[in-house]
């Protein structure tokens, strides 16, 4: 894996200058701990939400963060360098270091030493933002700042990770190689009495093998009728997810059949993934995801033998793809337009005696036409002889 271009980051922040400047921003409190890895650097881990991670981004001038003093001593010990590139780090001890109700995490002061006690700040406020914080917590901060107005950050954090830079997409297309290898690797392992625990402790072995990041989680995997979970002739697995290369995820679908598949199901099987390469066809720049949506559904609408997931709008036939599964929604209550850079997953659904068919692939929108960087396994229905 190629490491980091020296200027990922400062893109990053540059980017999301030029979108607050569009949006008349003076400056970006970042406090959802993803959102917080992508500007800064500094993984923090999903089971340590209760220790707050803020990166405080102004339009002019050093952007700073507020971290607990973890991570500064096991720097400090060990002799290794902070994993940030921000300078201005504000360390508090520990949770709870106070028995306030409230806390004041720093913000403030920040927001007071750039100049920025009576502009416009940008805060995780609305849809598919989540505050980092709690919202007592947020509650002080606006008291303490007053003057400030606090609008919604989601345009400008999700104009920054929506396109994908080069570094990104390359990381995808890593986790798919080895997250696919990995799954072919199970395919020619299966018989007829595995389990499904054991099919998902081989593909976590084998991620690890390949050179996956050891914090991959475990593929979904489903089809098994026998006892204990166990497959059986005639089952068909279903296997859904993928690894991950630093941080950036592969999440795709593919089936296998134990024995000799039913014309039925390879009926099922063939045509949709036949629809899918239809949709992929149609994810190039300006297209409306809304548009994918309402061509798949008039697809399936001609096929009645198929028994459509998405009878409602809101139910998605795919959606981004990148440090976890993002925005938008091909769905026909999403008006997002496609971009070149921007990485989905289309995947439309039906329902069938044997689960769910969605098929799934991986795909990155070019201005010269989409590319698929899940080429493996084969999609085919795979079966276990």
Same mark, same amino acid.
């Given at each position: 894996?190629?490491?980091?271009?020296?200027?990922?980051?400062?893109?990053?922040?540059?980017?999301?200058?030029?979108?607050?400047?569009?949006?008349?921003?003076?400056?970006?409190?970042?406090?959802?701990?993803?959102?917080?890895?992508?500007?800064?650097?500094?993984?923090?881990?999903?089971?340590?939400?209760?220790?707050?991670?803020?990166?405080?981004?102004?339009?002019?001038?050093?952007?700073?963060?507020?971290?607990?003093?973890?991570?500064?001593?096991?720097?400090?010990?060990?002799?290794?360098?902070?994993?940030?590139?921000?300078?201005? #780090?504000?360390?508090? *001890?520990? $949770?709870? @270091?106070? +028995?306030?109700?409230? %806390?004041? =995490? !720093?913000?403030?002061? &920040?927001?007071?030493?750039?100049?920025?006690?009576?502009?416009?700040?940008?805060?995780?406020?609305?849809?598919?933002?989540?505050?980092?914080?709690?919202?007592?917590?947020?509650?002080?901060? #606006?008291?303490?700042? *007053?003057? $400030?107005? @606090?609008? +919604?950050?989601?345009? %400008?954090? =999700? !104009?920054?990770?929506? &396109?994908?830079?080069?570094?990104?997409?390359?990381?995808?297309?890593?986790?798919?190689?080895?997250?696919?290898?990995?799954?072919?690797?199970?395919?020619?392992?299966?018989?007829?009495?595995?389990?499904?625990?054991?099919?998902?402790?081989?593909?976590?072995?084998?991620?690890?093998?390949?050179?996956?990041?050891?914090?991959?989680?475990?593929?979904?995997?489903?089809?098994?009728?026998?006892?204990?979970?166990?497959?059986?002739?005639?089952?068909?697995?279903?296997?859904?997810?993928?690894?991950?290369?630093?941080?950036?995820?592969?999440?795709?679908?593919?089936?296998?059949?134990?024995?000799?598949?039913?014309?039925?199901?390879?009926?099922?099987?063939?045509?949709?993934?036949?629809?899918?390469?239809?949709?992929?066809?149609?994810?190039?720049?300006?297209?409306?995801?809304?548009?994918?949506?309402?061509?798949?559904?008039?697809?399936?609408?001609?096929?009645?033998?198929?028994?459509?997931?998405?009878?409602?709008?809101?139910?998605?036939?795919?959606?981004?793809?990148?440090?976890?599964?993002?925005?938008?929604?091909?769905?026909?209550?999403?008006?997002?337009?496609?971009?070149?850079?921007?990485?989905?997953?289309?995947?439309?659904?039906?329902?069938?005696?044997?689960?769910?068919?969605?098929?799934?692939?991986?795909?990155?929108?070019?201005?010269?036409?989409?590319?698929?960087?899940?080429?493996?396994?084969?999609?085919?229905?795979?079966?276990?002889?």
């Amino acid at each position: 894996m190629s490491a980091m271009p020296p200027d990922e980051y400062p893109n990053r922040v540059a980017r999301a200058r030029d979108l607050m400047r569009e949006r008349g921003l003076d400056g970006l409190i970042v406090t959802d701990p993803v959102h917080y890895g992508y500007f800064t650097g500094q993984k923090v881990p999903a089971w340590m939400k209760s220790r707050p991670a803020i990166f405080v981004l102004p339009l002019e001038g050093e952007p700073a963060l507020i971290t607990w003093s973890g991570p500064e001593m096991f720097c400090r010990l060990y002799d290794m360098p902070f994993p940030s590139w921000v300078q201005d #780090r504000r360390i508090y *001890p520990e $949770v709870p @270091f106070t +028995d306030a109700p409230r %806390v004041d =995490w !720093g913000v403030a002061e &920040i927001v007071r030493e750039r100049g920025l006690e009576s502009g416009r700040l940008g805060i995780e406020l609305g849809r598919e933002t989540w505050l980092g914080i709690p919202y007592d917590d947020y509650e002080l901060l #606006r008291e303490q700042l *007053p003057k $400030v107005r @606090f609008v +919604d950050s989601g345009p %400008v954090l =999700w !104009g920054c990770r929506l &396109i994908k830079s080069e570094w990104e997409i390359d990381c995808m297309r890593q986790a798919c190689a080895i997250g696919g290898r990995a799954w072919q690797r199970m395919f020619e392992g299966l018989r007829p009495g595995i389990s499904v625990p054991e099919v998902q402790r081989q593909v976590l072995a084998f991620y690890t093998e390949e050179g996956a990041d050891i914090t991959s989680e475990p593929p979904m995997v489903f089809g098994a009728t026998g006892e204990g979970r166990t497959f059986q002739k005639g089952d068909v697995l279903y296997i859904d997810g993928g690894c991950s290369v630093s941080g950036y995820r592969m999440d795709i679908t593919r089936r296998a059949v134990f024995g000799k598949p039913s014309p039925r199901q390879l009926a099922e099987h063939d045509g949709m993934w036949d629809l899918l390469w239809e949709i992929i066809e149609r994810m190039v720049p300006g297209t409306p995801v809304s548009e994918i949506f309402a061509f798949s559904q008039a697809r399936l609408a001609a096929r009645p033998e198929f028994r459509n997931y998405s009878d409602h709008p809101a139910k998605r036939i795919g959606h981004g793809i990148g440090l976890e599964n993002e925005p938008p929604s091909i769905s026909g209550t999403d008006k997002t337009v496609l971009e070149a850079g921007m990485v989905l997953t289309p995947e439309p659904k039906i329902e069938s005696e044997d689960g769910l068919v969605n098929p799934e692939e991986q795909v990155v929108v070019r201005a010269g036409g989409p590319e698929v960087i899940s080429p493996v396994p084969d999609w085919r229905l795979y079966e276990v002889n």
